[in-house]
C-alpha cells in the first residue's frame, strides 16, 4: 500500500531480502506492477504536488547536491571509474569500467566536433571527468559549472594545470555572466535534477550562450513515460527534487529555440556500467564503511545503495528507461 516506498524502506531495514536483487527487480518492473491501481494511488498526492508547485526553484536545486552529490568523493572513487563518470559508460567492445568510461568521453567530443580553438561549456560539470578529458585530449579551453561544493573542491584540484576553470553556478545565472559565449555546450546527466516545469528555460539559456555555428549535446536519462516526478523512494533517498524527461517534453522545450539534429539511444550500455558500478561497490564495501566522514557509511546506507543501483539496472533493461543523446543547433 506504501508502493516502492514501502518496498525500499523494508528492504534498507533488512525485513526481506532476495537471492538476487537484480532478478527481483527485473520481475517486478517487467510484470508492470507500477500500473496497479494501489500503487497509482500512492503516487497521487506526490504527482498532484509537482503539478502545482516547481520542485527545482533556485533554493530546492541545492538539495540533491546536498544530499547526494556532497557525500564524501572518496566513497564514488570506490566504485566509478578513473575518470569519475556517474553517468552511462559505453561498454562498445570491452568490459572493462576504466575502457567504457574513455569510450563514452571520446564519444562526447567527437559529437561535439570540439577543437583546440573552442570554448566548452559543463553544465553541471560533477567531478571533471570530461573537462579534464576534453582539455587534456582536445587541447580546448573548458568552464564548467556546478552547485556541489565537494564536486566544485575536487575538480578545480583534479583539472589543475589545464585550461579549465570550475565556478560553483546555477545555470540560470549563465546569461548574465561573463563566462559566454561558447562554441560547444554539454549537459551530461545534469537535466535531470532540473524540472519539467524548467526544460523550456534551460533550453533558453543554452540558447543564448551558444555561438551561432555553435553545437549542444544533451547527455539524459530518457523516460517512457511523461511525468511530473520521479519514483517516491528515488526521491526520498536518492535524487530529491528530479526526475527523467520524456521526449515530448524535450522536444516541447526546444521548439523553435534549437534544432535536434540528431537522437540516439544507449539505454543498453546503461545495464553493464550498473552491474559495475554494483559489483565495485561491494567489493570495497569494507573499504567504504572504514571511511572517516561525518556521514558514516553504515549497513542501512549498504542496502540503500544496493537497492538503488540494482533498481535502477532492471529499468533499463526492461527498458522503462533510456539513455539519449541529442545534438542541437541554434534555430535559425
Sequence with gaps: MRGTLGVGESYMDGDWDAESLGAFFHHALGARLRCHPLIRLNRLAQDVYARIRNLQTRSRARAVAEE???LDHRMYALFLGPWNQYTCCFFDGTDQLERAEACKLEMLCDKLEISADDRVLDIGCGWGGFA????????????GISLSDEQIAYARDYTQGLPVEIHKMDYRDLPTSRH???DKILIC???EHV???NY??????VRSVLRND???????IGNRDSTPVVDPWIEKYIFRNSMAPSMR?????????LVIEDWENYGHYYVPTLQAWHDNFNRNWEAIRALDTPRPFDERFRRMWNFYLMSSRAAFEVEDLHLWHLVMTRYG
Design 68 to 70: 547526494h552529490y556532497d
Design 132 to 143: 579534464k578529458y576534453a582539455a587534456s585530449t582536445r587541447g580546448c579551453r573548458v568552464v
Design 180 to 182: 559566454g559565449p561558447f
Design 189 to 191: 546527466g545534469m537535466i
Design 195 to 197: 524540472g519539467y516545469k
Design 200 to 205: 523550456r528555460g534551460l533550453m533558453r539559456v
Design 214 to 220: 555553435g553545437l549542444f549535446l544533451l547527455h539524459t
Design 249 to 257: 517534453q524535450l522536444a516541447r522545450a526546444a521548439e523553435d529555440l
